[in-house]
Structure formats: structure tokens, C-alpha cells
């Protein structure tokens, strides 16, 4: 499958800068600037607006995971590190914390344009990704619970082909999906709550 990677509209993008004063943030902001990004620097903690970032590049030197409002590995947006220790230890951090793309320190006169692009199409396929295994996830979850509803028929006396009609026939009558009519049997077989949590 190929995957298309949206190499345009960086200009006006906004793109968060979680690093500690230094002359790296200097070069960095000079070079995102003139490809058209807007650029605010930030440390030691992201700002709310953070959510709203296009981009965010992080110190992988100093960071820890306690700068980042999302859990480790769930940024809604591409992040890049900015690697100037290549400590093992600080590299595997960085890639917990979901790196999409790095920089290593300090920053040349090249190098930024490709890592915003690497940065983008990696963040993009893991999204596809997510959203791939949670609609697979939900279609197993359906078929569960299409064989809880046929099996609750074939308790009622029917065989395994006439419950399975029966469904069908349910669905075209409520005008609904086979797996939703499904999920009304499961519902309906279900013993009621008690009120406020006692047994009556």
C-alpha cells in the first residue's frame, strides 16, 4: 500500500519549541521560520495551546515525561527530538515519547525541512494504524456479540440456521445492521440494574 505523504502547507503551521534557552532554539527558529512555520518556545512545560500545535520539537537531552500533557507515545501531533547526547538511554526515551523524526544537535543549515516531512508522513501512518486496529477491534467486538444474540435464540428453541434468519429478519424489520439487531437481542436479555445499586 502506498502512502501518500503531504509534503505541502507547512507555511502557517505552528510549531511548538519544548527546549531550555540555548543557542540551538536560536537556529532552529531562524530555519522553521523561513520555510513559513510559526514558532514558540517553550520550557520548561508546553503550554495548553500546545494541543493545538501543528508540530512540537522536544529537548531529548533534559525532557522527561512529565513535560507532556498526553501519555507516552499518544501526541496528537508529530513530534522531533532534538538529540545532542547519544547516551543510550536518552535515545530510548525519546523514542518512548514518540518521536516521529530527530535533529541532532547543534543544528546545521540543513536537515529541518526533511525531518518536518519525515515527521509528518511517520505521525500519519501511526494514526492509520490506530484507526485500523480500533475498527478491527470493534468488528471483533460485533462478531462477539452476534454469537451471543444467535446463541440467546437457540436457547428460545430455534436451530442455528433459524436464529440466524430470525436476526436477519429482525434487522430488515427494525431497519437497522445485522450487528446492531444483535446488540438489541444482547440488551434485551439482560437482567435489569436495581435501583440505587441494591438488590430488591
Given at each position: ?106 543544528i546545521g543549515g540543513s ?90
Amino acid at each position: 500500500m502506498k502512502r501518500r505523504v503531504r509534503s505541502q502547507n507547512l507555511g502557517g503551521a505552528r510549531a511548538m519549541m519544548l527546549h531550555r534557552p540555548h543557542p540551538t532554539v536560536q537556529a532552529l527558529e531562524r530555519q522553521l521560520t523561513a520555510i513559513g512555520l510559526q514558532v514558540e518556545p517553550c520550557w520548561p512545560d508546553l503550554p495548553p495551546s500546545v494541543m493545538t500545535a501543528d508540530f512540537v520539537f522536544f529537548d531529548a537531552d533534559y525532557g522527561h515525561d512529565s513535560q507532556f500533557p498526553w501519555e507516552a507515545g499518544e501526541a496528537p501531533m508529530p513530534l522531533i527530538a532534538l538529540i545532542g547526547s547519544e547516551a543510550p538511554g536518552r535515545i530510548e526515551w525519546a523514542l518512548n515519547a514518540g518521536a516521529d523524526a530527530q535533529l541532532v544537535k547543534p543544528i546545521g543549515g540543513s536537515g529541518v525541512f526533511s525531518a518536518l516531512l519525515t515527521a509528518r508522513a511517520a505521525f500519519d501512518a501511526r494514526q492509520a494504524l490506530a484507526a485500523e486496529i480500533a475498527s478491527l477491534r470493534q468488528r471483533l467486538d460485533q462478531r462477539q456479540t452476534v454469537v451471543r444474540a444467535v446463541g440467546m435464540l437457540i436457547g428460545l428453541g430455534k436451530s442455528e440456521d433459524e436464529a440466524y434468519a430470525q436476526l436477519r429478519a429482525m434487522a430488515m424489520a427494525w431497519r437497522i445492521s445485522f450487528e446492531a439487531a444483535a446488540e438489541r437481542v444482547v440488551a434485551a436479555q439482560r437482567p435489569p440494574r436495581a435501583e440505587g445499586g441494591r438488590d430488591e
